[in-house]
């Protein structure tokens, strides 16, 4: 089943100018908040428990430069609650490789712990610093957003039977002798659950090795003419579409 996102506000995003706010140049940068109603309360900050993201998903919508901030409780201090404190998890990410061209600008991203700086535990809320340094754009935001308490590790595929279990009375009868895997008693090199060892795999590498490189050294350059006869194409080689 699914994991459900976590339930979170996301506040709009506010575009930071330089010099006056009515002055039509901005910074090309946009910042926003995501909070989590479940263990902040707004009148005081107080927080009961820290909530635990282990990834973020969202489309890109011309975001040319991520950086994240990370708002969480520090550890306690001899009983006490420890103070809230911002700490950047995520610095400068780039989500387009050339923020003048296309590439990236519609992209979905999943970001997971490999991409951030430490673990994001006892959170509180996150901040989300947009950069677009290219005036190409008008317009540029986070999409479709959603923070999950988990990562979606795929689950590992299961090895089969034969690799791990000994081959059975009724299995032989099935399989025919020549498709049956080795076994330790057929390869006489002690292989494990019917796969030939390391030394077995390793002759049978080097066999084929020395082939490729028999077949390449002895390759021809002259064109072959597969379809030619006589310098003219046989009628009964050709296909129309």
Request: hydrophobic content about 35%; charged content about 25%.
């Amino acid at each position: 089943m699914t994991e459900k996102p976590l339930h979170s506000n996301v506040k709009n995003p506010v575009l930071l100018f330089v010099g006056d706010p009515k002055a039509e140049f901005h910074s090309g940068c946009k910042v926003f908040d995501v909070t989590f109603p479940n263990v902040i309360h707004p009148e005081d900050e107080e927080v009961d428990e820290g909530v635990k993201v282990g990834e973020i998903r969202f489309k890109n919508h011309y975001v040319g430069i991520l950086t994240l901030r990370a708002k969480f409780r520090s550890a306690e201090n001899n009983g006490e609650p420890g103070e809230l404190k911002w700490r950047t998890c995520l610095r400068r990410m780039k989500l387009m490789p050339s923020p003048h061209t296309e590439s990236g600008s519609q992209d979905y991203f999943s970001l997971t712990r490999k991409h951030l700086l430490f673990d994001l535990v006892n959170l509180t809320a996150l901040r989300f610093i947009l950069q677009q340094p290219s005036p190409v754009w008008r317009d540029f935001k986070l999409e479709e957003l959603k923070v999950f308490r988990t990562s979606a590790v795929p689950r590992s595929v299961p090895l089969p039977a034969w690799l791990t279990e000994g081959p059975t009375e009724s299995s032989e009868r099935k399989i025919p002798p020549a498709q049956r895997p080795l076994t330790p008693a057929a390869s006489g090199k002690g292989g494990v659950g019917g796969v030939p060892n390391l030394e077995s795999l390793s002759a049978n590498l080097q066999e084929l090795w020395a082939l490729a490189e028999v077949v390449s050294a002895n390759q021809t350059t002259v064109n072959l003419g597969r379809y030619e006869v006589d310098g003219c194409y046989d009628i009964n080689l050709l296909s129309y579409t």
